[in-house]
């Protein structure tokens, strides 16, 4: 294996001292002109990259912001990440990433260690009041949750009620009485949502029902195989996210029922899979690339103003709320003017 480039190689190229290598790197000052323009040529033809955590180490401030994600594989994260990353890279910020689902405590942990300026959580991470290391006054913003999970956090989210009522108008406005919501109960955003279905439903005069599902394809298709075999079956199904959205679609090919023709079904995040041509979901697009952004520049404020954002966050504090958009595509139409019954799922 090459040995990798260090300070005291880049130094020796450079004909100075490596106290004098490192303030030439930084940008300090003392160094003159010629010192300094002979270091950077140095590094360069060596090749060498400075070790962010000893870099932190000697320096007042790490330029590192931890970013700890609830699950890697849930695809709103994406532009969601895209989004935190171009609005810290503009700030002078470099985000760190993690997986809270693989590491816990110890991503956290890690964190700290190496400096970090700031937090952002992405979601509701599991278990997060009871695990995260103390953090004292280092500032955080969390990101895609109805609620902060540490003291002090600030909040960015889309407003998750809203768009499950615009879900709700939108199939009411194309004729559909007996609507299904696949919930995922006992998280905030999943209950943000589900409050939204009812209340809609309630003031439309629905015939509605709630369903206990959960935020994976799989959980959306056994709840939505049970809902679809039930009489009166309903016209349409609206899932707590596109996963689970997905799974009723497959759970409706298992039953015989065409979507739309037969079952209308929307989902919400509008996730790559919701947008593919052959599923052409309707769905809610909660301006996850947009939440990333507002929350890199909301914490880039709060490091520059000591570790608090404006007027103070944290449980029970006011989020900032972003309007959600409803993206209509062809997984949702008029309901049939005869309901056909479901078929006997194939065990499996």
Request: proline share 7%.
């Amino acid at each position: 294996m090459a040995k990798s480039v260090t300070i005291l190689d880049v130094a020796a190229r450079a004909g100075v001292s490596k106290s004098a290598a490192s303030l030439a790197l930084r940008g300090t000052g003392y160094v003159s002109e010629a010192r300094r323009r002979a270091v950077l040529e140095a590094a360069e033809e060596l090749g060498y990259r400075p070790n962010a955590a000893a870099r932190a180490m000697g320096s007042a401030r790490s330029g590192i912001v931890g970013l700890i994600l609830d699950d890697l594989r849930n695809p709103w994260y994406v532009p969601a990440v895209e989004g935190l990353s171009d609005g810290l890279h503009a700030a002078g910020l470099s985000p760190l990433l993690g997986d809270w689902r693989l590491e816990g405590a110890a991503l956290a942990e890690r964190c700290l260690e190496l400096r970090v300026e700031g937090l952002v959580l992405v979601g509701t991470l599991d278990g997060a009041e009871e695990l995260l290391p103390p953090l004292g006054p280092l500032p955080v913003v969390q990101v895609g949750a109805a609620r902060a999970q540490v003291p002090g956090a600030a909040v960015v989210t889309n407003d998750d009620a809203e768009g499950a009522r615009r879900v709700v108008r939108h199939l009411t406005g194309l004729g559909h009485t007996r609507i299904a919501h696949l919930a995922d109960p006992g998280t905030s955003v999943g209950d943000a949502r589900r409050a939204g279905f009812e209340e809609e439903a309630r003031r439309a005069g629905l015939d509605a029902v709630t369903v206990p599902a959960g935020r994976t394809e799989e959980a959306g298709r056994l709840a939505a195989l049970g809902v679809l075999r039930s009489e009166p079956r309903p016209t349409a199904v609206f899932a707590v996210n596109d996963m689970a959205a997905l799974g009723a679609l497959s759970a409706a090919e298992e039953l015989g029922l065409r979507v739309p023709e037969d079952l209308s079904l929307a989902g919400y995040d509008d996730t790559p899979a919701a947008r593919l041509r052959a599923v052409g979901l309707t769905s809610v697009d909660n301006a996850s690339r947009e939440a990333g952004r507002v929350a890199a520049a909301l914490l880039a404020e709060m490091i520059a103003g000591h570790g608090r954002p404006p007027g103070g966050a944290g449980p029970g504090a006011a989020a900032t709320l972003l309007n959600p958009e409803l993206k209509v595509r062809t997984s949702t139409a008029p309901p049939p003017a005869v309901v056909r019954r479901a078929r006997p799922a194939q065990a499996g």
